[in-house]
């Protein structure tokens, strides 16, 4: 944690004296205290774990991966097939390099597994500090993925089959989906990039902004609404509804096919055909 004070937002003895206040707190604190150009930052020094966990499972054609997190990003790749590889990366900190040990002994990631499914948890011990964890993981290219997160950034590549995806207060990223596709966000933006349109996309969100990018050349029917916000289309020929702020847009692309829908409540949709 730093804290900064300048002498221009505080009178020259009220800086002083928050001066050497800051020394003093420092005095029975591991902490830094900085002076550079007349302004004074005090960084708290806080004690951190870092470990490791690891795992490969197997998973047959079609089968379901789905996951848990709540703290730190999570990023999915599609690997060879039968496959799904896992690895994490924990990191604890709190006042003291003893209570982070702690912390990050305590924190569980929860594991079922079967033939066709793989269940991963995370369940984190945060009293006295903060855990996060990190997860980058391989899965086959046909797998049922569901990822849920909280507060940080999901991403996933080059996936075939069916992505449910659901974060809070975070950043959510899709590229070269090629499979159904149900994405939803509360407090974040969403990108979805479709190497191509096989079946349904929806795409929802509240609070952020969603951006889809499909082939120019896809058949798809697109259906979005924003509430709050307007809808911006380039690359596609679509029927605008009339109007300088278009709100709700619905068009056959190519002659029509599967379902886009795109709604958001608060914020910009995007739609880019490529």
């Known amino acids: 944690m ?3 004070l300048s002498p221009k937002s505080l009178g020259g003895r009220a ?4 001066v ?7 005095a029975g604190l591991a902490c830094d205290v900085t002076i550079k150009d007349g302004d004074v930052s005090v960084r708290h020094s806080r004690g951190r774990a870092t470990g490791e966990w690891n795992r ?41 390099d003893e209570r982070a040990g702690e912390l990050l002994r305590e924190t569980k990631i929860e594991e079922r597994v079967s033939p066709d499914r793989v269940a991963l948890v995370t369940q984190l011990y945060r009293r006295g500090g903060n855990v996060e964890v990190s997860f980058k993981i391989t899965v086959p290219p046909d797998a049922h993925v569901e990822a849920t997160l909280n507060n940080d950034k999901l991403t996933a590549d080059g996936l075939r089959g069916h992505i449910k995806a659901m974060v809070v207060n975070g950043e959510t990223e899709l590229n070269g989906m ?4 149900d994405a ?14 096989t079946g349904r996309v929806r795409v929802e969100g509240t609070n952020g902004r969603i951006s889809l990018e499909v082939p120019k050349d896809a058949k798809a029917t697109l259906n979005a609404r924003s509430v709050n916000g307007g809808i911006t289309v380039t690359g596609l020929n679509t029927q605008e509804a009339s109007g300088r702020r278009i709100r709700n847009l619905e068009s056959q692309l190519n002659g029509g096919g599967p379902e886009l829908d795109v709604r958001i409540t608060n914020g910009r949709i995007t739609i880019e055909g490529k």
């Open 178 to 181: 090629r499979g159904t596709v």
């Open 20 to 26: 050497v206040a800051g020394l003093s707190l420092c």
């Open 56 to 96: 490969t499972y197997p998973l047959s054609p079609g089968g379901r991966f789905e996951i848990t997190n709540s703290n730190g990003p999570i990023d999915i790749v599609a690997g060879p097939a039968g496959t799904v590889e896992v690895a994490a990366a924990m990191t604890a900190t709190s006042m003291t």
């Open 184 to 197: 939803a966000s509360v407090n974040g933006p969403i990108s979805v990039k479709m190497a191509e349109v």
């Open 2 to 4: 730093t804290a900064a």
């Open 15 to 18: 800086f002083r004296v928050a």
